[in-house]
């Protein structure tokens, strides 16, 4: 139960970041994504990513600072193991479920709906 | 963690079946035309995770259909989430690069 | 005949001998639903894009005046329409069905009074008896044109404003019974430096002030000489800014003479609306069906409408450029 407890917490303070940057800074969603997933290949190259993910789980698996994260270690584990050219071939390599999904059921999406206004 | 408790996945692959189911219920809730009303009351809260991303994709996938499906759908799914895959792509490039250089210096 | 510095008088008169306002499912909920002729349940008015949509609420409007004006296509002589859609396609389309000799308008929110303002010039003038004024926005097509795709879940801050999905129509001739249009005021573009496009209503105040003390200073008028004195679509955030900036400038329109056609089209409990109406068909089809209808009623006698425009495009906007506005008014009078 306290997983969860702490998956929500996180998750929210993450979020709530987020909010500040659209409403305090002004900026565009478009921008406020754009920082948090920069921050988070960051956080993810300093090795402070990982132990939140451990501890908060999809609190900090699932906002978009993740998605920083998985790129930078994606890159690192395919550079160890094929050498440099892994940096290329492993960057997409862990996030490839959500971004594949998303262009999948996107274009599902896009073949069922039309849009409601 | 839903998936981890009763699905028995492991701590590393629970986030890849949690990532898909969130992105197919977004898309289901931005083709019904509540994602955005959601959106309204919880701001970040719905842009920040994953939803938001996949939301991104759906909105500009459907919305543009009336431009056909090659070039209305196909060339604008990624109008809004392009940004994103091209600030983390190029981000995360650069850390690996720095990364690389420090470990064969002996640094970390 | 030019007055004072931006002002015409119309010496002859033009009269409005009848008009027409086409509206969607949230003006269908708002408190000036019986002011419309025609009300649409679906966004898509059964076309398969938004932007076909919007063509086809031009088109009704212009019909529906046609026909209340008791005349036929072929006795209008020229058609003045403008919108909000890139290269205005709806408004040209919708000429190209009615194949009236046609010239295109853009003054974004605005083009209403520009409309009426260059139709009763024409009229006047003698270089035209019967004009078509029209103009129209759908909210949806705006919404993907300037903001994001309509299902794109970003947050809109209170300061925001809907834009009326709807078309309002009028046919200015020089002859004929009903409202007659008896000056206008060209207004100035004014920047104050505004860049927030989720608050528009700010930013087009200044313009509608400007515009406002123009035409008392041109005809020397005071403001007690109209009935009802509205602005476009300031909303209420904006309809406050343009009220305050007034009275700093000592000139004190009563509050019960001075409203907004973009909170009047909506009633308070639409919270989807957040700040008010806006977009072209807001002063439109208010003015054209709202307004007018009270003036055939003998409500209304004198009325000055100033319509304001927020001339920025999503482009000006990414290149930080600020929102320049610009506001029209025309008085017309039975």
Same mark, same amino acid.
């Given at each position: 139960m306290e997983k969860f407890l702490w998956a929500f917490l996180v998750g929210g303070a993450i979020c709530v970041i987020g909010q500040l940057l659209l409403d305090g800074l002004k900026l565009t969603p478009a921008h406020t994504t754009c920082a948090l997933v920069v921050t988070g290949a960051i956080l993810g190259g300093l090795g402070l990513y990982d132990p939140l993910v451990k501890f908060a789980g999809a609190g900090a698996t699932v906002p978009i600072s993740s998605f920083g994260n998985s790129l930078v270690k994606g890159a690192l584990k395919e550079f160890e193991a094929t050498g440099p050219i892994g940096v290329l071939t492993g960057i997409f390599q862990i996030t490839s479920a959500g971004i594949s999904a998303a262009i999948i059921f996107g274009f599902m999406g896009a073949l069922i709906f039309r849009p409601k206004g | 963690m839903f998936f981890v408790t009763y699905f028995h996945f492991s701590q590393e692959s629970s986030g890849n079946p949690t990532v898909?189911?969130?992105?197919?219920?977004?898309?289901?809730l931005t083709g019904f035309g509540v994602f955005d009303h959601i959106a309204q009351w919880a701001g970040a809260g719905t842009i920040i995770p994953v939803t938001g991303f996949a939301n991104t994709i759906a909105s500009a996938a459907i919305e543009h259909r009336s431009e056909g499906y090659v070039l209305g759908v196909g060339g604008n799914m990624f109008k809004l989430a392009g940004p994103v895959i091209v600030y983390g792509v190029f981000s995360a490039f650069v850390v690996s690069i720095v990364i690389i250089i420090f470990r064969a210096l002996g640094v970390m | 005949m030019l007055q004072g510095h931006q002002t015409w008088v119309f010496k002859s008169r033009p009269t409005i001998i009848a008009s027409a306002a086409v509206g969607g499912p949230h003006e269908a909920q708002g408190p000036l639903a019986a002011d419309f002729d025609l009300l649409h349940e679906d966004i898509w008015l059964g076309q398969d894009s938004f932007e076909k949509a919007e063509k086809k609420l031009q088109e009704q409007a212009c019909e529906t005046a046609i026909k209340k004006a008791n005349m036929k296509k072929e006795d209008v002589q020229f058609l003045l329409a403008g919108d909000l859609i890139n290269q205005t396609v709806p408004s040209s389309f919708a000429a190209r069905t009615l194949g009236v000799p046609f010239l295109g308008l853009y003054g974004a929110c605005s083009t209403s009074m520009e409309g009426l303002a260059l139709a009763s010039l024409l009229v006047d003038s003698k270089f035209a008896k019967n004009?078509?004024?029209? &103009? &129209? &926005? #759908? *909210? $949806?097509? &705006?919404?993907? @044109?300037?903001?994001? !795709? %309509?299902?794109?879940? $970003? @947050?809109? !801050?209170?300061? $925001? @404003?809907w834009t009326v999905t709807g078309s309002g129509a009028a046919m200015v001739t020089d002859h004929g019974e009903g409202p007659k249009v008896t000056t206008a005021t060209i207004g100035r573009v004014i920047d104050m430096g505004l860049t927030d496009p989720f608050n528009m209503g700010a930013a087009m105040a200044p313009a509608a002030v400007d515009t406002i003390e123009a035409h008392f200073r041109d005809l020397k008028r005071d403001p007690s000489y109209y009935d009802v004195i509205a602005t476009g679509d300031l909303g209420r955030v904006g309809h406050r800014i343009a009220g305050d900036l007034l009275k700093k400038h000592g000139m004190d329109i009563p509050e019960e003479i001075f409203t907004d056609c973009g909170i009047l089209i909506y009633s308070k409990d639409q919270p989807v609306v957040l700040a008010g109406g806006s977009g072209c068909a807001c002063a $439109? %089809? %208010? %003015?054209?069906? #709202?307004?007018? *209808? /009270?003036? /055939?009623?003998g409500e209304l006698k004198k009325i000055l409408i100033i319509a304001t425009g927020a001339l920025l495009s999503p482009m000006s906007f990414q290149q930080k450029e600020s929102i320049p506005s610009v506001a029209h008014a025309v008085s017309i009078e039975l």
């Open positions: - | 898909a189911v969130l992105i197919i219920l977004t898309v289901l | 004009v078509l004024v029209c &103009s &129209s &926005s #759908h *909210n $949806a097509a &705006s919404e993907k @044109q300037y903001r994001y !795709p %309509t299902e794109y879940g $970003a @947050q809109k !801050p209170p300061t $925001a @404003q $439109a %089809t %208010t %003015t054209f069906g #709202h307004f007018l *209808n /009270r003036m /055939r009623k």
